[in-house]
């Protein structure tokens, strides 16, 4: 009956500190699908540039969540110790090195753009379509990151409710403006972007005036604490930033893979891995609303209730992301309809749905292995994970599979890809867990 208790009691828990982050990158990945439908509706090269786009997106997404990882476990950290000036200090940096980051990144990627073209794979004739939508979406880029840094502090204080309240709205006008923008206003593909650095934009202006208001950051720094802080925050953002490469890296190397089919092809990915964050998002907002949890049972060495928050949340993934691929097997017609209306790459797209979404709950295990390791202090295993993941399971496979079978075996590929990188991620946390239990036993 205790441990019934407890479950129950964890699985309330859980559930209260997720449903907001659920509701909140629920509506990013749908106005990231709008975003998909409408410029669908202008043509084959303008899908494909978005396409090149996925792998430099996850790049920068890589770069500001690990920062938001150390920011949630080194200001918690603080703020449990009473350290409430450091806190204060810590959520300034992380504002300031972010800022710098993301704008060093995106400068890159801007006068990067015709080689990273070429190394993927990608026609010339594209390089003026991708021009067009790179500049204000790398603009878009820096202002979601500055806002995701905002969000940062606010979980890192446990405030779930604002970061999920804002996602809603920036999201909801996101896809109000994609229209406006692109065809009324006929700025076209960079329409898109443009949408989305007005909603981001008007998502700071809620979100900082608050952390603002409740002293969650200050840009007074005493004398000397600056060195030992950048170091604090360094030690995790390092591995937690490297872990969140692989993905990058991984589909770098996919696209790369897939533009020898073809720019349907790319387009058709492009749109497939739109649905995959579409379809991972319960994954998503527990990523997120986890961590603290669990550092809280790891700085008490209650490391039980971690075992059975984590078994929790695998069991209702497994379940849950069997429901969404069968969902997406049913409704494949449906769907391919909706997002395109070239034939070529809605029939690519089709045999996409058939197979890759059955991989999800493999992959959303792995996920959350990747942030369990993170907020029990393990940065180096998750990062282990994310390197095995990329390099001894799914590229692999997915070179393998087109080898056998084109691009249709590639897509077969990715789903067995995906479903040994979910084994092994969980093999590797129960391992790093039996050391901790040996280590601390209850």
Request: glycine share 8%.
């Amino acid at each position: 009956m205790t441990n019934l208790a407890t479950d129950t009691s964890l699985a309330k828990t859980l559930f209260h500190m997720t449903w907001p982050m659920l509701f909140g990158v629920l509506s990013l990945m749908s106005f990231q699908l709008a975003d998909s439908a409408f410029i669908g509706q202008l043509g084959v090269a303008p899908l494909a540039a978005v396409g090149f786009t996925v792998p430099m997106y996850q790049l920068i997404i890589g770069v500001q969540v690990g920062l938001g990882i150390a920011t949630t476990a080194v200001i918690s950290k603080a703020l449990g110790a009473e350290q409430t000036e450091h806190a204060k200090q810590l959520g300034g940096l992380v504002v300031i090195i972010g800022a710098v980051a993301i704008s060093i990144l995106c400068l890159i990627l801007w006068f990067s753009r015709a080689t990273i073209l070429e190394v993927l794979g990608g026609e010339p004739e594209l390089l003026a379509t991708l021009s067009l939508y790179w500049k204000p979406w790398l603009i878009s880029a820096w202002v979601g990151a500055m806002l995701y840094f905002g969000y940062s502090l606010c979980r890192a204080h446990g405030n779930t409710m604002l970061p999920g309240i804002t996602m809603v709205v920036t999201s909801l006008l996101n896809i109000a403006l994609d229209p406006l923008y692109i065809f009324v206003f006929d700025w076209g593909l960079a329409g898109a972007p443009y949408a989305t650095i007005t909603s981001f934009a008007i998502g700071a202006l809620i979100v900082y005036p608050k952390v603002i208001s409740h002293q969650w950051l200050a840009f007074k720094f005493q004398p000397g604490t600056i060195p030992s802080s950048i170091k604090q925050l360094a030690n995790i953002t390092g591995p937690a930033m490297l872990s969140q490469f692989m993905p990058s890296l991984s589909a770098m190397f996919a696209t790369a893979l897939v533009a020898a089919y073809g720019t349907a092809a790319v387009a058709a990915w492009g749109l497939g891995t739109r649905l995959e964050f579409f379809s991972i998002v319960i994954v998503l907002a527990l990523t997120m609303s986890m961590p603290p949890m669990i550092g809280r049972f790891w700085g008490a060495k209650d490391l039980e209730s971690i075992r059975q928050l984590v078994n929790i949340a695998i069991k209702f993934v497994l379940l849950w992301q069997l429901a969404i691929a069968i969902i997406w097997l049913l409704l494949s017609d449906n769907i391919t309809s909706l997002m395109t209306t070239d034939l070529s790459v809605a029939e690519v797209l089709q045999h996409y749905l058939l197979k890759v979404p059955f991989s999800y709950g493999a992959l959303g295990l792995c996920m959350i292995m990747v942030s369990v390791c993170n907020a029990m202090g393990l940065p180096m295993r998750a990062l282990l994970i994310s390197c095995l993941r990329l390099f001894l399971c799914y590229l692999p496979l997915l070179w393998i599979g087109s080898q056998i079978d084109a691009l249709d075996g590639l897509m077969s590929g990715a789903l067995v890809g995906n479903l040994a990188a979910g084994l092994m991620a969980w093999m590797l946390y129960q391992k790093g867990f039996k050391k901790a239990l040996e280590k601390h036993p209850s």
